[in-house]
């Protein structure tokens, strides 16, 4: 039994080497499309093997905790989740830190369905509400904070109807990966056309994955 529980860690250390080298790789447009594969794959092996569930979630406990500052985020917030993919680790942990109900959409059918059977893994099925929706056909009427997952294609049109939908006082989260300085790169100038950058986060134990808080122009 301890050998068996020995051979698990042993695992978990493993796959979180694996996340921690890969992302210090990033580098802008190529490596972003290399990261949504890697990514994708890792969600599917994490979601068939249990026990690292919980581990590949707490990868990303320091950048929610940041994000949560960033906002910021509470539990009267009414949050959505573009692009929760078949692991919604993000919303997990926003949920848990804050006690705040979240909606994750995805226009994956089978990234949803994933969802679904991680957050009732997880037992948050009811503080987590997953729905297969394509984000350009998304009403945002009722909701806050909307945080914009990386990997979302195609952002320009994306953010673009974003901006036509929500509000001034609405706080959109937008994760990115930045230039070599650590700043928005020129792949994401677009941004600026219909937001305004009130700050942005860092994530190191992400590589150079960025938060990015904006807020509707005027």
């Known amino acids: 039994m301890k050998k068996n529980k020995r051979f698990v860690q042993k695992l978990k250390d493993i796959l979180y080497i694996i996340l921690n ?12 499309k290399i990261s949504d594969i890697f990514f994708i794959f890792s969600e599917k092996i994490t979601l068939k093997l249990d026990y690292f569930l919980e581990y590949y979630i707490k990868y990303y406990d320091n950048m929610i905790n940041s994000e949560i500052k960033l906002g910021p985020i509470s539990k009267s917030d009414n949050i959505v ?7 919604p680790a993000s919303s997990v942990l926003i949920s848990k830190k804050t006690d705040a109900n979240v909606v994750c959409i995805d226009k994956d059918k089978k990234a949803v369905e994933n969802a679904k059977i991680c ?3 997880l037992n948050f099925s009811d ?19 909307i945080i914009v997952a ?17 509000s001034k006082e609405t706080i959109v989260i937008f994760r990115t990966f930045s230039d070599d300085k650590g700043n928005l790169s020129k792949s994401d100038e677009a941004v600026k056309n219909f937001f305004k950058i009130e700050k942005s986060i860092n994530h190191k134990k992400q590589g150079k994955l960025i938060s990015v808080k904006l807020l509707k122009k005027n």
Do not use: M, R, W
């Open 21 to 32: 080298e890969f992302s210090t790789k990033f580098d802008n447009k190529i490596t972003k």
């Open 81 to 87: 989740h573009i692009g929760c993919g078949s692991i």
């Open 119 to 121: 957050i009732d893994k």
């Open 127 to 145: 503080k987590i509400k997953i729905k297969n929706v394509d984000a350009l056909n998304f009403s945002f009427d009722n909701y806050n904070v």
């Open 150 to 166: 990386q990997g979302i294609h195609p952002i320009d049109k994306f953010l673009k109807y974003l901006s036509e939908k929500i």
